[in-house]
């Protein structure tokens, strides 16, 4: 029997802690049993309108959408990034709203001041930028003293930084403000030249980099532009703009003599010597014969021209002082400081003169070193006013101008040269004085080295302007000192040769540089006023004429005139030029047909005309014009008159400002009336007969006939009495004047009705009128005159005569209208009604001419003559019953 197997023992299960789990990669892992859910669910908050945009609904933003505000927070922050981007979010902003500028301008100067003394360059020069070029051009009209004064305190504070760079943008801000605000200088004087001398001392900090030393002479430069120099008038140059680059800078706001004076004068005593030593530390580079750089030389010339305003304020101060008896401006020897000045410069400054290199010098630096001798020059000769110089040390300055005007230093190129002329003019104000002090030799040369720079230069140029400044000062002084004596021969041949040159330089000028021209011819005047006090000058005033024709008029024997640049000059030179004549003892005969032609130019204003007329004629009752000249002057002028339209009633029936009638009447006016001036009329009616009488011969339009004729009935007067040559001209001439005004008239003229004198033809029926009026003779024989061209043939009608028809009605129809014209005057028709036989001869003729078989008129001809003998018949019947009456 098989046995039995045991019972199976079961394994005692035991507990698990962690059951492992295999995981496959790359399935998330589900969340644990413990985990506690932090997921947040909610309704969404739907706000009507956000707070902030609320905020600045209406409020001016830049284009990052920020207000001004918080703009200027910004430039409070700790990043420079930010600060800077703050900055240029104010300007954008003030650009797009000017008016935020305005509204709030002092509370941004108050937080914008802040950053003057900024820590980061880009910060500062951001600012200095916005400063610039949109906040200080917003404050032109405002109260700048208090704009000022919000600044300068932060500029004062961060001159005293420690870092140097700081300091150096504060000298660029207060230039900013002083160039906005001029006076605020002399408010903070004392302070401002402290600092520029504290700054100054430091040379460590500009040895290595000169660009931070420029920074600083450009501030101290535009400061001591604004101190009052020696205001030496500059004549005819102080009036233009181009003479005005001889001036320095100076606003009528800063006084001329301020409280702060007395403060400037010793700051400047202890800033000159400083600025002498910044230029010796550039000296011994220049020893060396190393090339000067352009940044050295820039600081080098602002130097001396620090030192060149400096020193023309102390002169200007001591001749201040001398002149009103005050040798001290509160309590200061400004003399004595000026003296310690002057051996400081003389030392250290002077006795460099000449600067030059010892190796060759290159086109470029031959132009530097002739800039910086030039300004040292200009020092030294206003020192020279005030100490006499030395011998030795006169003799090397005077050879230096001496080359400087003979073009001996600079090379000859185009850029040399400009830079010599412009340069030139502030040595040229010397020159005077200079020629009166120096002995012979030197006077000669100098004057000689003068004329070739005034001949040789630009005659549109500023140079030309100091020259013509400086030779007025040598010819007539202002201020009453003779700077050459016109006996000494040599000096007198200078002088002639001058004012030769001044007829050549206006035409040369033309009409295009008015403001050139005016220069001249007010040095013109000033010479012709000044002329008879010498004979010499007075012989080449008068000669000067003859070079003058060209300015106002050229008349060429072919009839061709050219028109010189007078008659396109503004009116203030026309006077001027007009004026200068007043003072020739002499005006020839051919400047006065010069002028006459120049006055018939179209385009010469009618008071020009006039005022020529008026100063010619006062120059004829100074005895400068002979009686015949000027007799002869009106002469040409009224018959070369060119009147524009023909028509007679075209003036009054259209447009006034197309015709220049008015304007030949008013000049025919002014005529008479100045022949009425002349003196003995028996004697110029006697010139002026044969004068009219050869000019009314050459067949002239009948504008200039009138005006001849309405000259000799001026004159004509129970002492003159016509000419028997006269008489039987104006026989030959007044019947063709008479059918000549009927033809000029319009047609419904002769219809008018009223006095003869009211109508247009008027004017020109007065001057028959009143020789009919005077010599009955010469009436008869007119009358006679236009019968007989009625029995005439064709052929002997008047020949050359544009106006006259050649069919017989036409002249029949003429000559009837001529008559009917006198009949409209009661005086003239009843002086006529005297000459009955006449008038009955014409009527025969005419009534003849229409009853006449031989002579075959068509129609209308005949129609033509019938018409004007009845209105001549009504006339006359007219007349004869008043007659009657009578």
Known sequence: MARSKAPTKKQQKRGVDFKKIKRKIGR????????????????????????????KAGLAVNKKGLTLKELLQQTSHYNSKVRKDALLGIKDLFLKHPDE???????????????????????????????????????????????VSLMMAYIFNSMTHLAIDVRLMAFKFLELVIQSYPPSFFLYAEKILQNFEDILRKNQFYLEDKSKLKTALSGLEQCLL???????EVGSCEKNDAGQGMLHAFSSDVPAESAGCSIIIPKLKDLVPVLVNCFQDFI????????????????????LHSINLSVK??????????????????????????????????KKLLVLFPLNMRNQLSEKDDVKYFVLNTVITEIFLHLSKWICPSGVLLEKFLDFLENA??????????????????????????????????ANDWKSRLLQAFTKTFKDCNPVSSLKLACLSTMEEMLVPRRGMLYLDPRDPEILNFQISWIRELPVLLIQLGDKNTSYSQVVLHLLLRLGQRAFMNYSFALEYDNMQFSLQEFFCVYEDDGNIMYGPFVRLPRESQELSLCCLHYISNLDSRMLKSIAYCCLCPDLEQYVLIRVIEILHSAYKSGHILIADHISFFITLVSCFRVFPENINA????????????????????????????????????????MVLDQMSQNLPLYNVCAMLRMLITLDSKETIISEQAFVSLVKFLPRYLI???????????????????????????????????????????????????????????????????????RVDAIVSVLLLLHKDDKMWQIISSFKAEIDSILQSISSIQSSEEISMPLQEKHKVKCALDRLQNATSTLHTEMQEV
């Open 28 to 55: 998330k892992l589900p969340p644990a049993q413990n985990a506690t859910s932090t997921e947040i669910k909610s309704k969404a908050i739907v706000l009507p309108e956000q707070s902030v945009a609320s905020e």
């Open 101 to 147: 500028l305005r509204l709030h301008k002092y509370a941004v100067i108050e937080k914008l001041r802040e950053r003057i003394g900024d820590d980061d360059r880009l910060v500062r020069e951001t600012l200095y930028q916005l400063f610039k070029s949109v906040i200080f051009p917003g404050f032109k009209e405002d109260n700048q003293e208090l704009f």
């Open 226 to 232: 604004l101190l009052p120099c020696n205001k030496k």
């Open 284 to 303: 011994p580079a220049v020893q060396t014969g190393s090339l000067l750089d352009m940044q050295s030389f820039d600081c080098m010339l602002s130097i």
């Open 313 to 346: 304020f102390f002169v200007y101060m001591t001749d201040e002082g001398t002149s009103e008896s005050r040798p001290s401006h509160g309590g200061i020897d400004v003399a004595m400081l000026g003296g310690t000045i002057y051996m400081t410069l003389l």
């Open 405 to 438: 005007l003979l073009g001996k230093i600079c090379s000859d190129t185009r850029s040399g040269k400009a830079i010599q002329e412009k340069h030139l003019i502030s040595l040229l104000p010397f020159v005077p004085k200079l020629v009166s002090q120096v």
């Open 651 to 690: 003036v009054i029936e259209r447009d006034v400002n197309i015709s220049n009638q008015g304007s030949f009447k008013s000049v025919t006016s002014i005529v008479c009336s100045c022949l009425s001036q002349m003196g003995d009329s028996s004697l110029v009616f006697i010139i002026l007969e044969k």
């Open 740 to 810: 000549d005004i009927v033809h000029c008239i319009a047609e419904d003229d002769g219809k008018a009705s009223g006095s003869i004198s009211l109508s247009p033809c008027g004017y020109y029926l007065v001057p028959c009128f009143f020789l009919f009026e005077k010599s009955h003779k010469l009436l008869s024989l007119v009358l006679k005159t236009l019968g007989s061209w009625i029995n005439e043939s064709l052929s002997l009608l008047p020949h050359n005569h544009t106006h006259c028809e050649t069919d017989i009605s036409s």
